[in-house]
């Protein structure tokens, strides 16, 4: 089966997608060089681990989030099999927190996604502040949307709880 995965010549995309940042052999070694020769000039040093210090602040921010988004699906899903199977407005709120929740947790993953800095950018690092903070960047508007949707699932929640026992 892996043997599948990594012939690219059999599926390039999921080769691509699924084995980024995973060296072995001869490419193993050239990864490990370059890493080696990468020689930090002046504030480099200093702006890598910042960068992946708050890519690594989202991954942990993310992961809270996504365990709070789990317990809202699981209490909206529990409610919505307890409620009348008559649709109400309350359970159309309940309905409403599910999804958002759904799609907050759909942000949380694609938050916590894995990058890893390349073979090529350690050889030639120029580009490779911009593409961190590029990558932080849009980490840091999924986590403050999801954070949002969240929010908002929990007030639908509590209100569709509201309406349905009323």
Same mark, same amino acid.
């Given at each position: 089966?892996?043997?599948?995965? *990594?012939?690219? &010549?059999?599926?390039?995309?999921?080769?691509? =997608?699924?084995?980024?940042?995973?060296?072995?052999?001869?490419?193993? @070694?050239?990864?490990?060089? +370059?890493? *080696?020769?990468?020689?930090?000039?002046?504030?480099?040093?200093?702006?890598?681990?910042?960068?992946?210090?708050?890519?690594?602040? %989202?991954?942990? &921010?993310?992961?809270?989030?996504?365990?709070?988004?789990?317990?809202?699906?699981?209490?909206?899903?529990?409610?919505?099999?307890?409620?009348?199977?008559?649709?109400? +407005?309350?359970?159309?709120?309940?309905?409403?927190?599910?999804?958002?929740?759904?799609?907050?947790?759909?942000?949380?993953?694609?938050?916590? =996604?894995?990058? =890893?800095?390349?073979?090529?950018?350690?050889?030639?690092?120029?580009? %490779?502040?911009?593409?961190?903070?590029?990558? *932080?960047? *849009?980490?840091?508007?999924?986590?403050?949307?999801? =954070?949002?949707?969240?929010?908002?699932?929990?007030?639908?929640?509590?209100?569709?709880?509201?309406?349905? @026992?009323?």
């Amino acid at each position: 089966m892996l043997f599948f995965l *990594r012939n690219p &010549k059999l599926n390039p995309k999921l080769t691509a =997608w699924l084995f980024e940042g995973i060296y072995s052999g001869d490419e193993g @070694r050239r990864h490990l060089v +370059a890493i *080696r020769n990468m020689q930090p000039r002046g504030d480099d040093v200093f702006e890598h681990d910042h960068l992946y210090e708050c890519l690594s602040i %989202l991954d942990s &921010k993310a992961i809270g989030l996504l365990t709070y988004d789990s317990l809202l699906i699981a209490a909206t899903s529990l409610l919505l099999t307890l409620f009348s199977k008559n649709p109400s +407005a309350g359970d159309i709120l309940i309905f409403t927190a599910l999804i958002l929740g759904g799609l907050a947790s759909a942000l949380c993953l694609y938050v916590i =996604w894995i990058f =890893w800095t390349g073979t090529a950018d350690f050889e030639d690092s120029s580009e %490779l502040f911009m593409c961190l903070l590029s990558i *932080r960047n *849009r980490r840091t508007v999924a986590y403050r949307v999801a =954070w949002v949707m969240s929010q908002f699932a929990m007030f639908f929640l509590i209100l569709g709880v509201l309406l349905e @026992r009323a």
